[in-house]
């Protein structure tokens, strides 16, 4: 898989997952020096081919080839929990197919201290390399798992008393009434049409964020990581 951007291939030298870089002729010598700091082959070429390669001007000056991204488990994300000593926190993602979108959900849940995120297979986005550059290298860190069946993962998760709780924005709960501190899945749904209707009806809370302006809705991404980081700062 080809990555590109400073950040996301930053990170994926850290976590040395790069074998070789493409650099943009005349890039500046302070980057090419960080660069020139990890043990990798590093190939320079002009400009207009590192566009061609990313299909895209926006790579800033740098191209990596990686591994393609590979799904984790939902063992892989309870291990994470458990290897932290912290009550589980889950995002599910219910139609999310916006790349972007995915990939600053999965980097919010890394940066602020979720264990994991699982998507429908038949409804979200692949692991690609625009997810990648989106979650700015958090796909190094944070495990992304796939299940078949959405409906049915969550009551596997209640099954196993992790409360499921999905963001609706006509809910009658506000964030600030639900209890936290105990092991958790947040549902985020779609843009514009939120969660399905049988994922509603599986959650165990419906949870809104409370608003102040005149738009009564949040990207889903910003909605994601509001949820998150008021989820663990609100646990003891």
């Not at 850290?14 to 302070?30: F, H, N």
């Not at 291990?79 to 219910?94: K, Q």
Request: hydrophobic share 45%; proline share 4%.
């Amino acid at each position: 898989m080809l990555l590109y951007g400073r950040n996301p291939v930053l990170e994926a030298l850290r976590a040395g997952l790069v074998e070789e870089l493409t650099v943009a002729r005349g890039i500046e010598d302070a980057f090419l020096q960080e660069l020139k700091t990890f043990e990798v082959r590093i190939r320079f070429a002009p400009r207009q081919e590192l566009d061609q390669q990313a299909g895209t001007a926006d790579h800033q000056g740098v191209l990596a080839e990686v591994e393609d991204l590979k799904w984790a488990s939902l063992d892989d994300i309870m291990d994470l929990a458990e290897s932290r000593g912290e009550e589980l926190l889950i995002v599910l993602l219910d139609g999310i197919t916006d790349p972007r979108n995915f990939g600053a959900i999965i980097r919010s849940a890394e940066v602020l201290g979720a264990h994991g995120v699982v998507v429908e297979e038949r409804r979200s986005s692949p692991l690609n390399a625009t997810v990648a550059k989106a979650a700015a290298g958090a796909t190094s860190f944070l495990p992304v798992a796939q299940t078949k069946n959405m409906p049915r993962l969550i009551e596997q998760l209640k099954a196993d008393n992790i409360w499921v709780y999905g963001a609706a924005g006509e809910a009658a709960r506000p964030m600030k009434q639900l209890d936290y501190d105990r092991p958790l899945a947040l549902v985020i749904g779609a843009e514009g049409e939120g969660m399905r209707r049988l994922v509603r009806e599986k959650c165990d809370e419906l949870v809104s964020i409370p608003v102040k302006g005149q738009i009564q809705s949040l990207n889903a991404a910003v909605a994601a990581g509001i949820l998150i980081q008021h989820a663990v700062a609100s646990r003891k």
